[in-house]
C-alpha cells in the first residue's frame, strides 16, 4: 500500500480531545505510557468510570490532575440509570472543558442528548471489523464464529450500538492472535490517525509508522482516515 504523507495544515488548529475510559484502561494506559505520546498529544481531561483503584492511580500517574473519577461524581445522576447517567456525565464535562471531541474507549451506550450535541465529534474504538459482532465481547465473539482477520474499528457515535459511520479499520490473520493485547494494540497508530487526519494534530508517517513497527504482528491498516 503507498505511503501517503498526511500532516495538518498550518493554519488549522489542532482539535481539544477528552478521552472515556473503563475497566482496565489498557488502551489508555499503555499508548500514553510511551513519553513522547503523553508529551505531544495529551488529553485536555481522561473521564475513568471503572471502580478499579489500581487502574485509577496507573491513570492518576500519567495524567495527575486531569484525570476525572466518575464514581466520585455519580451522587449527582444517582436517579438515572448508568448509561444515562454517564453520558449525562461526559455531557456535563465536555461543555465545562470546552472540548471539541471524545475519544471513546468506555463500555458505556452514549445516549441521544450528547450525540445530538457533538455530531460526528464522538469516536469510538471498536475492537472488531464492523460491522461485523457489535458490542460487548467482540473479540470473543469473533474467535468463535472463526474469523480469518480479527481487528478493530474507529468510528462516529451514533444512536445505534456500533452502527456509525467508519472512520480506519485495523486488522491481522486470527493465526497470529494471541490474546486480547494483540487486537487492542492495533488500535495505537489507529489513534495517530485519527488525531491527525480529524483533529489536526501534526504527526507524520513516520509516526504512524512506529507505531506499527512496535507491533510484533502483521498489521493491516489504510494510510489515512476516510472523513
Known sequence: ??????VS??????KTF?????GGASRVI??????????KYKPKKVIYD????????????????????Y???IKNYN???????????????????????????GCK?????????????????????????????AIDQALEYGVVLIGNTAHFIDGGIDTGKIIIQSAMLTEEYNDYEDVLEMQFPMIKMVLRDILNYKISQKAIKKELSNRNKKILIPDKCII
Open 79 to 105: 436517579k438515572e440509570k448508568i448509561h444515562t447517567s454517564t453520558s449525562k456525565f461526559l455531557h456535563y464535562s465536555l461543555d465545562k472543558e470546552s472540548i471539541d471531541y471524545l475519544l471513546c474507549f
Open 30 to 39: 499503555k499508548f500514553y505510557s510511551f513519553k513522547e505520546n503523553i508529551q
Open 1 to 6: 500500500m503507498p505511503t501517503i504523507e498526511c
Open 9 to 14: 495544515i498550518m493554519n488549522n488548529k489542532s
Open 71 to 73: 464514581n466520585e461524581n
Open 18 to 22: 477528552c478521552i472515556y475510559c473503563s
Open 50 to 69: 471503572g471502580n478499579r483503584q489500581d487502574v485509577f492511580k496507573e491513570l492518576s500517574e500519567l495524567f495527575g490532575q486531569d484525570i476525572i473519577h
Open 109 to 137: 451506550i452514549l445516549k441521544k442528548e450528547l450525540i445530538d450535541s457533538y455530531p460526528n465529534k464522538l469516536i469510538n474504538f471498536h475492537p472488531s471489523l464492523l460491522p461485523s459482532f457489535k458490542g460487548l465481547d
